[in-house]
């Protein structure tokens, strides 16, 4: 079946603009997660849905981050007034809760931001 | 303060022979434990997991092997194939939370 998509690919943003990136998660699953990834590093943790309830947002770096899942299912970051610190690979994940609380999260592609 | 690390950035090995990838984790209230590969361009393909109630799983090439009382999981290819190439990263997370990631260890298998 069809996986994580993540939309678009590749943003470049002048610093200052407003960025929305998309995720289209797997068909069914009820858990939604965003992570950022810059370089080098392992990615990490920024927002996570269950359905449409947004439970944990710890991970936003600051208030110009803002996630949103109206009807549990696509998800979409949202970024205000970007700083060249934004700069990372944005990826998505989505699990299915299994018996016992095992699941796996199944990540998109990535969208790949740029601030000049 | 990292709570899951991958000490190794880097690992070289001859096609056939076997994979050691490891990581360490700080968090004793972590019980369940992933390994994930990626390619470059793509997202982390998920590859086995394991629960902190086991100490061993195995899924064809691929074995992971928990060590709670160490809280130190590894990660056994066997036997290692080029297209195992990749960078790998170790995940943790507590129930169903999010997951916390190591820096991944870059794997290159030579032919």
């Known amino acids: 079946g069809a996986g994580v998509s993540q939309s678009p690919r590749y943003k470049v943003a002048k610093r200052g603009q407003d960025v929305a990136l998309r995720c289209d998660p797997i068909?069914?699953?009820?858990?939604l997660f965003w992570y950022q990834q810059a370089l080098g590093q392992g990615p990490e943790f920024l927002t996570y849905?269950?359905?449409?309830?947004?439970?944990?947002k710890s991970g936003l770096p600051s208030d110009r981050f803002f996630a949103e899942r109206p009807e549990g299912s696509v998800s979409t970051l949202k970024i205000q007034r970007t700083q060249q610190e934004d700069s990372a690979v944005y990826l998505c994940a989505s699990s299915l809760i299994r018996d016992r609380g095992l699941y796996e999260q199944y990540f998109g592609p990535g969208t790949r931001l740029t601030v000049t | 303060d990292q709570q899951v690390k991958q000490n190794s950035p880097s690992l070289s090995v001859q096609e056939g022979r076997i994979s050691i990838l490891n990581c360490d984790y700080t968090?004793?209230?972590?019980?369940?434990f992933l390994w994930y590969k990626k390619y470059p361009a793509e997202g982390p393909t998920f590859l086995i997991s394991i629960s902190s109630i086991k100490d061993k799983n195995e899924d064809g090439r691929f074995t992971v092997f928990l060590n709670k009382s160490a809280k130190h999981l590894s990660l056994h290819i066997v036997p290692s194939q080029p297209g195992d190439s990749a960078v790998y990263f170790c995940a943790a997370s507590v129930g169903n939370t999010p997951l916390v990631f190591g820096k991944g260890t870059r794997l290159s298998v030579i032919a």
């Open positions: 849905f269950q359905n449409e309830a947004q439970l944990d």
């Open positions: 968090n004793s209230m972590f019980d369940y």
């Open positions: 068909s069914g699953h009820v858990s």
